[in-house]
């Protein structure tokens, strides 16, 4: 094989890996007696099933030594949110039993004796804490013996569906404008693209949504004027919270894409006789992507823990509105729930994006190696 | 290569065209549903339920803001949870359209000579919702849970006017059978108060007097937080709730009275911004709008009233400012006076509320019932109880600084919650005082929480504040807000003359002179301007053609529970 793929292609030299049966094939410089390597290729890599082995276990071990230190710190960050969390939401005035009619010391005092309110921060703090572990989240203290897990996971599944709906809307149309743009770099199709894409990020969703609701729900009938029974129903509220998304995506796209399609190996492609389409889809896209996907990791925390404008007008029974509410209210289970629930969530997902550099990028997991 | 940048654009085209396929079959979508209505292919969409041929399908739909934070009458506090609770419960009595209490539950009440033990025979064909019979003693129950100290009720001093509820509520007694509420049998209540109140009958419509059911109750702290465990008695039964969602409600075929109730199905939508429920209106999604059920958009309140769409009921809450009674310079009543004086209330209704509020002289608003069929403010009309003269607010202003030694109007602030309509009534008001009086009065505006601590700790010098009605009664608007102990009185107006009025009230001889007393002492607290009252509240309300029997009540809250489609 080897004499063939040397003569065939021009090989200077074949070399053997002595642990491994990768063979290198070795073009010398042209023209030159120098025998400096100029280009090496590694023509071959099915090395023994042992081999395999011996690496994987090594990068098993990193990887679970990266992982186990990355959840340790996610851990601790944890501990030091819920602890701020706990003191900063006790620290502000008012409190989750005051009503604007008095109440009698009395009343106040069961209240708060109910709520585990009379005891000392420090013990409050310990019992929260406690609970967490076990997975209680408490009730809430103004919606009535609701759990708060239960309110929570009630109202994270529309939330979730909506968000999952937006970012989708968001990647393909955001893209679509984004490579117009750039395919057609300061000309009108380009000026179009941009100044939709402006207006969506220039709008904010307060004034959409209602917009959006008038138009097409009340003047025209073709949807729903709120709330999320039917799948039809996703239509306007995706529209609303997938606008500013959707600028963003296309304006990010659209630099990056400008600058892949001036690069080498694009121009390289069209030399070649590559048709636009391909060359756009196969090559620029996959490359111009990178800062779209870190910023979709950002947008989905974002996005599936739901809006509260977008909920309110669309009267969504999503969980968004909880974070606001929760702090109006001094709803103090119900904040440290939803602050927990976010941070849980934002945690995670950063988490998952680690582990996939490490996989995609070894440099990641040591720390050694070139910047 | 400029040919083959053409085919992304031929793409694109693809794509409009697909979009806007996709947005005509949408439109053919949701075209279906209209004949359906027109009644030629009723397919039955479960919602509606057509009881004959020919008859409307009795169905009823409207929104809350925010959902019922309990379907407890124990922990009730708000008004959504009323409008469900009217429908969901069955007290003793009810409050009919005038506001008028009527016998439900109970058959008969006998009140003793001295007005302070009533004897209630309740009827024997009320059921639960489980087929358990609503006894006395689930009466008996409820109002003793909701005064145990460890139900930790907001709304327990609602029973204090039971013998000893305060007492036990408070813990200085433990023990619960001392409380002055007993069943004598299986359907006698007796019931012993510490004092007259002959409001009595009104406050057994209240939620807190609702009855529970004990073995659910005993049974889970949670029974009322869903829909398949919440056991009722009232004329409809809670089919779904949905939490942050919806709630239905069915016409509960057990009911004693069923032949009054006449809608099958009632359909509430939790909805929260007021341009979204217009929207529902308009697109026929619900029948009604306002009283505490939904809220007109305030830009629109204006055109509709005008186009006489919307109908403007008045509610039984006053919007006034508190004075700081101890702070100069509103410890002088000249002072005060003189601000309220210079004041136009009806420029301020034309032009900032725009919402035919009634301009407010005194505080007892008028729904407020009366005596004999009079409301209150007929008996005691509060025209002439503020003159808004800018010339003796003037002459007042001086003699009152010069009173407190001072050369020139010091340096205060308005405080009020922060909103939108708050900040606007208080531009305006500020702004009158300065044209009127050159008096100048900073702004300032804190978020809820904050606010009402500030207010209840009285750091403030005016503060912004509105009341409403537990009960039809006017006691309500006096001993609540200008008694020198009440916990509401966040001003510190004292005056012992009125303390002596409003205490007297409760055990006069006669209600005559029990009204006699509270007016009195009403007048008082204006004349010296203790609080000032800006406005009594309205609420405008549309509804859509072909309904009877829904309307909103005296305390503005929507009444739906007798409502029937008459088309």
């Known amino acids: 094989m080897s004499s063939l793929a040397a003569s065939a292609s021009g090989v200077d030299e074949v070399r053997d890996h002595p642990e491994s049966s990768i063979t290198f094939l070795v073009f010398h410089r042209s023209g030159s007696n120098n025998s400096k390597f100029q280009r090496v290729y590694i023509a071959n890599y099915i090395y023994p099933f042992e081999m395999h082995i011996k690496i994987w276990k090594r990068v098993g071990d990193e990887m679970f030594r990266y992982i186990a230190s990355k959840f340790i710190f996610m851990l601790l960050s944890l501990f030091v949110l819920v602890s701020a969390t706990f003191l900063l939401m006790n620290a502000i005035p008012g409190s989750p039993l005051q009503s604007e009619k008095a109440t009698s010391e009395q009343v106040q005092k069961n209240l708060e004796a109910y709520y585990g309110l009379d005891k000392p921060l420090i013990v409050q703090y310990g019992t929260y804490l406690k609970n967490l572990v076990k997975g209680d989240l408490g009730i809430s203290m103004k919606k009535k013996f609701q759990s708060v897990d239960k309110m929570i996971a009630n109202s994270f599944g529309p939330s979730l569906r909506l968000g999952i709906s937006a970012i989708i809307t968001s990647v393909v149309v955001g893209c679509t404008l984004g490579i117009i743009a750039a395919m057609h770099h300061r000309k009108l199709l380009d000026n179009v693209a941009m100044i939709l894409a402006v207006i969506g990020l220039a709008v904010p969703s307060m004034v959409m949504g209602p917009l959006l609701q008038y138009f097409f729900a009340v003047k025209l009938r073709w949807f729903e004027v709120a709330g999320l029974e039917n799948p039809m129903d996703y239509v306007l509220p995706t529209i609303a919270l997938a606008s500013g998304p959707i600028a963003v995506i296309a304006r990010l796209l659209r630099s990056t894409m400008i600058e892949v399609l001036n690069s080498d190996f694009i121009k390289t492609a069209k030399s070649k006789g590559l048709s636009g389409y391909v060359i756009v889809v196969r090559h620029a896209l996959r490359n111009s992507m990178l800062p779209v996907v870190t910023y979709l990791g950002y947008l989905t925390a974002g996005v599936i823990t739901g809006s509260v404008v977008i909920e309110k007008i669309f009267a969504i029974p999503g969980i968004g509105k909880f974070f606001v509410e929760s702090v109006i209210n001094r709803d103090y289970p119900l904040i440290m729930g939803t602050t927990i629930f976010y941070a849980v969530l934002l945690m995670t997902t950063r988490f998952l994006a680690d582990i996939a550099y490490v996989l995609v990028d070894p440099r990641m997991r040591t720390g050694k190696g070139a910047k | ?567």
């Open chain 2, 1 to 567: 290569m400029k040919g083959s940048f053409k085919k992304p654009a031929q793409f694109m085209l693809v794509l409009i065209v697909a979009f806007s396929m996709l947005l005509t079959a949408c439109t053919s979508n949701s075209n279906k549903p209209t004949p359906t209505n027109s009644g030629t292919e009723n397919s039955g969409s479960g919602n509606t339920e057509t009881g004959g041929e020919k008859e409307a399908p009795q169905e009823f739909r409207f929104t809350l803001a925010s959902e019922p934070p309990s379907l407890d009458p124990a922990l009730m506090t708000d008004a959504q949870s009323g409008i469900v609770a009217a429908g969901l419960y069955e007290g003793l009595t009810r409050l009919n359209k005038d506001g008028e209490p009527e016998n439900a539950i109970a058959k008969e009440i006998k009140v003793s000579e001295d007005g302070k033990t009533f004897t209630i025979t309740l009827r024997d064909d009320a059921k639960w919702s489980n087929g358990d019979s609503v006894k006395a003693s689930d009466f008996e129950y409820s109002w003793k849970r909701t005064l145990n100290p460890e139900t930790a009720s907001e709304y327990a001093y609602m029973l204090y006017y039971l013998e000893n509820g305060e007492k036990y509520n408070t813990g200085e007694i433990t023990d619960a059978d001392q409380v002055g509420v007993k069943a004598t049998g299986d359907y006698t209540l007796e019931v012993k108060l510490f004092t007259p109140a002959p409001y009595f009958t009104s406050l057994l419509a209240h939620y807190t007097y609702l009855p529970v059911h004990p073995a659910t109750v005993d049974a889970a702290d949670d029974w009322a937080t869903e829909a398949k465990s919440i056991v009722s008695n009232g004329p409809f039964l809670l089919d779904q709730w949905v939490h942050n969602d919806k709630l239905v409600m069915k016409k509960n075929p057990d009911y004693y009275n069923k032949d009054a109730i006449n809608f099958t199905t009632v359909n509430i939508s939790l909805v929260e911004s007021d341009s979204t429920v217009y929207n529902l209106f308009e697109t026929d999604k619900i029948d009604w709008i306002g009283a505490q059920a939904g809220s007109i958009p305030t830009d629109l309140v204006g055109g509709l009233i005008a186009d006489g769409k919307a109908e403007v009921t008045s509610v039984a809450s006053v919007y006034y400012y508190l004075f700081n009674n101890n702070k100069v310079p509103f410890n002088n009543a000249k002072v005060r006076k003189a601000l309220a004086m210079a004041i136009d209330r009806q420029a301020l209704i034309d032009n900032v509320l725009q919402a035919n509020q009634t301009p407010a002289h005194a505080l007892v608003p008028p729904s407020i019932a009366g005596l004999e069929g009079k409301t209150f403010r007929e008996m005691y009309p509060d025209t002439d109880y503020i003159s808004e003269n800018v010339e003796d607010a003037k002459k007042l202003l001086e003699e009152g600084l010069s009173e407190l030694g001072l050369s020139s109007f010091p340096e205060v602030t308005l405080l009020y919650n922060t909103s939108e309509a708050h900040k606007k009534l208080a531009e305006a008001l500020t702004d009158m005082w300065r044209k009127s009086l050159g008096v100048e009065v900073k702004l300032a505006n804190q978020e809820w929480g904050t606010f009402l601590e500030s207010r209840k700790a009285g750091q403030f010098d005016i503060a912004r504040s509105g009341w409403g009605a537990d009960i039809n009664h006017p006691i309500n608007f006096t001993y609540d807000l200008i008694h020198p102990l009440s916990g509401n009185n966040d001003g510190k107006y004292n005056n012992a003359e009125v303390q002596k009025l409003l205490d007297g009230s409760l055990v006069a001889a006669t209600q005559a002179e029990s009204m006699d007393m509270l007016a009195k002492a009403e007048k008082i607290a204006i004349d010296e301007m203790g609080v000032m009252p800006v406005y009594y509240y309205t609420t405008p309300t549309l509804i859509k053609p072909g309904f009877e029997g829904v309307f909103s009540d005296y305390s503005g809250h929507l009444d739906w529970v007798f409502g029937k489609k008459t088309n």
